[in-house]
């Protein structure tokens, strides 16, 4: 039996055989399928068509009555085409049989209304622009195979208007984050993703080589570092939107390969950063008509001022357990934490075990916008010390839904603290912990010709279209995420 497949190139066959081809150059359209409705819809009546001869192209998503009536669809909308085959010539009657859902196809024509009253294009020509191969998925079931959405997206968005319309938002809101970011004067730069070392925070790299410098390289998994030599360098404001890979595990809220923004401003510390991001993320809300925000069936409201707190009092808020004085010891601490059944490793810190405790029994509960606080500095290598508590970092990190969405920090500026970070890091990944920062010596010859006070933050712009659409996973906000090659479906 002849399959779909062997059948479309048959047609495909045919129409050469005819001096027809399949798959043309280009095609000049008059109008889009937006502007025949906002031209013609109210102006005609049933019945009605208009003496002008206009042209339209897109996919065919629909044919019935043996192809006289077809909904053409392009990036925007959808409009009915209406062919009569004794209007045609013999050409086009052998393009109009050849014609199969999915087809790209140009129509010239002229507006009309059925007697039902549906605007349409009263076919005078066809074009057959590209003959598809492949059928679309079951217009009324769409696609069930989650694993075939995220390998063909192409499928995806033009069977489902939900997921057109998240990434058609996710590309409106990087739009309108740039634009607001140049009218308060940011800088956008770009700096390298092969690192010779990696660094701006802890996570482990990917690893590749360059051939002809017969040089190790691993691919970003941060932009701090690089930012931070450009403002060295006299640039005061700036921001950069990027790719970021981190060797790490794909969920709903990971992706190894994803979007993140990165941003700094001289001669500001966390508390002003704070303030921006919260301005950021409730313009962007606005400018999609959001004031509040439903995931996972969870509502937070986001018009509202972000509450600020602490993470030792929000760890004494959510477990009664306290961990602030100040001479208190790992040992003390550990004990502190397996009181509410954690398991803790003999070599965990006072500042690692506080950073646990937040993790596994705080986190989840941050569904309403909140900045959490005044982290340990022995866990936040890039981060000035509190001007209050040499214990702690000024460091902030904006939660909401359970999850980290930007870190926020007044950056450290003195290259013998730096140099000092960098040091206990190396020591870290010496004993083992692959996401340890490497020590970077350039960066420290860097800090050592001067940077400003400097507050700065990262914000991960997948996390945040997803919060903002309702998507349930990030995967649903990356046109195509890491999948494993194993689990591949069909369609």
Not at 143 to 168: G, H, M, P, W
Not at 275 to 283: E, F, G
Not at 373 to 395: G, M, N, Q, W, Y
Not at 451 to 464: F, K, N, Q, T
Request: hydrophobic share 40%; glycine share 4%; charged share 30%.
């Amino acid at each position: 039996m002849i399959t779909e497949f062997e059948q479309r190139l048959n047609k495909v066959k045919s129409l050469r055989e005819n001096n027809i081809e399949p798959y043309a150059y280009d095609f000049k359209s008059s109008h889009s399928i937006n502007q025949v409705i906002e031209l013609f819809d109210e102006k005609l009546k049933p019945s009605e068509k208009v003496e002008q001869v206009i042209s339209v192209a897109g996919r065919v998503v629909a044919l019935r009555n043996d192809g006289m009536f077809i909904q053409l669809q392009d990036q925007n909308n959808k409009l009915q085409i209406f062919t009569l085959r004794k209007e045609l010539d013999e050409e086009n009657k052998l393009v109009l049989k050849k014609i199969d859902r999915g087809d790209f196809i140009g129509i010239f024509g002229y507006p009309c209304k059925t007697d039902a009253g549906e605007l349409s294009i009263r076919t005078k020509s066809i074009t057959m622009l590209t003959k598809t191969l492949r059928g679309l998925p079951d217009k009324f079931h769409g696609l069930s195979n989650q694993e075939v959405i995220y390998r063909q997206r192409y499928l995806d968005t033009i069977i489902s208007k939900r997921s057109k319309a998240v990434f058609e938002t996710r590309s409106k809101i990087i739009t309108e984050l740039r634009c607001f970011l140049s009218k308060i004067d940011f800088l956008e730069v770009e700096t390298p993703v092969f690192h010779p070392i990696p660094g701006g925070t802890t996570a482990k790299p990917f690893i590749t080589h360059h051939n002809d410098l017969d040089h190790k390289f691993y691919l970003r998994i941060a932009t701090e570092l690089y930012l931070k030599k450009i403002v060295v360098g006299g640039f005061e404001k700036i921001f950069e939107i990027g790719r970021i890979f981190r060797n790490e595990g794909v969920s709903i809220r990971h992706n190894p390969e994803f979007t993140s923004i990165e941003l700094y401003q001289a001669y500001k510390d966390y508390d002003f950063m704070m303030d921006l991001v919260q301005d950021i993320i409730q313009h962007l809300a606005k400018f999609i008509n959001k004031s509040s925000i439903e995931w996972n069936g969870m509502t937070a409201d986001i018009s509202k001022p972000f509450r600020r707190i602490a993470v030792l009092d929000l760890i004494k808020e959510k477990t009664n357990l306290d961990f602030s004085p100040p001479k208190m010891t790992d040992n003390e601490a550990k004990k502190i934490a397996e009181s509410v059944g954690l398991t803790i490793d003999k070599n965990k810190s006072w500042a690692e075990i506080v950073e646990l405790v937040f993790e596994t029994k705080c986190e989840k509960f941050l569904i309403e916008p909140t900045f959490v606080t005044d982290f340990p500095k022995e866990i936040s290598p890039l981060v000035k010390i509190h001007r209050k508590d040499s214990r702690l970092a000024e460091r902030a990190d904006l939660y909401i839904m359970g999850f980290e969405l930007a870190p926020i920090y007044s950056e450290l500026t003195d290259p013998v603290e730096q140099k000092k970070r960098f040091e206990q890091q190396s020591e870290k990944f010496e004993r083992g912990d692959d996401e340890a920062m490497h020590f970077d010596s350039d960066f420290i010859l860097a800090l050592e010709h001067g940077l400003p006070p400097l507050a700065g933050m990262g914000l991960g712009i997948d996390r945040l279209v997803m919060i903002l659409t309702g998507a349930k996973s990030i995967k649903d906000v990356i046109f195509f995420p890491t999948l494993s090659s194993k689990r591949a479906g069909k369609i």
